[in-house]
T-cell receptor, first 111, second 111 residues
Framework: NAGVTQTPKFRILKIGQSMTLQCAQDMNHNYMYWYRQDPGMGLKLIYY???????DKGEVPNGYNVSRSTTEYFPLRLELAAPSQTSVYFCASSKMNTEAFFGQGTRLTVV | EDKVVQSPLSLVVHEGDTVTLNCSYEVTNFRSLLWYKQEKKAPTFLFML????IEKKSGRLSSILDKKELFSILNITATQTGDSAVYLCAAQRGANSKLTFGKGITLSVRP
């Protein structure tokens, strides 16, 4: 069972570069989420989606964009990387009103 | 703004001790309270609590929700070194299943 798959696992970006963090789930979950986790800060919601074609901002959306063209995929785009975006990023998915399943995370460093 | 507060933020105990981890929440349209365990990588699901006063148990772990006081606790009895982890509490909204996380409690169990 693949569950939630994130790629890449690690990435180093230079300031101003762009990249896309990939997320795929094979559980036919309608709900998908992107979180970032900084040391000692828990998880902060960046963007979420309640179904294909529908996305909405979370607590910390600035500097990020998402799209949800299919149920399975929910990529997160960083357009102009900044040092403040150095973090661990988690993608998660769930059915309505059930627990969320998390991917293994992407550790991103912006230098 | 939705808020989840966990306490204490860190805890050091010896094997065999019993610990109680606390979580309070203020969330609009609250539906459920979830507990996760995080060891280095992705959070793994422990419990989902929707009804007040009904204890959920899994081995040495148990949890209960008080919807009047907006509070939940996670108990771990006879702790083992393998219980060392960050324990995350999250409150879920009913409308969009969005999870708001606390900062987490770092538990260290010494042999």
């Amino acid at each position: 069972n693949a569950g939630v798959t994130q790629t890449p696992k690690f990435r180093i970006l230079k300031i101003g570069q762009s990249m896309t963090l990939q997320c795929a789930q094979d559980m036919n979950h309608n709900y998908m989420y992107w979180y970032r986790q900084d040391p000692g800060m828990g998880l902060k919601l960046i963007y979420y989606s309640v179904g294909a074609g529908i996305t909405d901002k979370g607590e910390v959306p600035n500097g990020y964009n998402v799209s949800r063209s299919t149920t399975e995929y929910f990529p997160l785009r960083l357009e102009l990387a900044a040092p403040s975006q150095t973090s661990v990023y988690f993608c998660a998915s769930s059915k309505m009103n059930t627990e969320a399943f998390f991917g293994q995370g992407t550790r991103l460093t912006v230098v | 703004e939705d808020k989840v507060v966990q306490s204490p933020l860190s805890l050091v105990v010896h094997e065999g001790d019993t610990v109680t981890l606390n979580c309070s929440y203020e969330v609009t349209n609250f539906r459920s309270l979830l507990w996760y365990k995080q060891e280095k990588k992705a959070p793994t699901f422990l419990f989902m609590l929707t009804s007040s006063g009904i204890e959920k148990k899994s081995g040495r772990l148990s949890s209960i929700l008080d919807k009047k006081e907006l509070f939940s606790i996670l108990n771990i009895t006879a702790t083992q070194t393998g219980d060392s982890a960050v324990y995350l509490c999250a409150a879920q909204r009913g409308a969009n299943s969005k999870l708001t996380f606390g900062k987490g409690i770092t538990l260290s169990v010494r042999p």
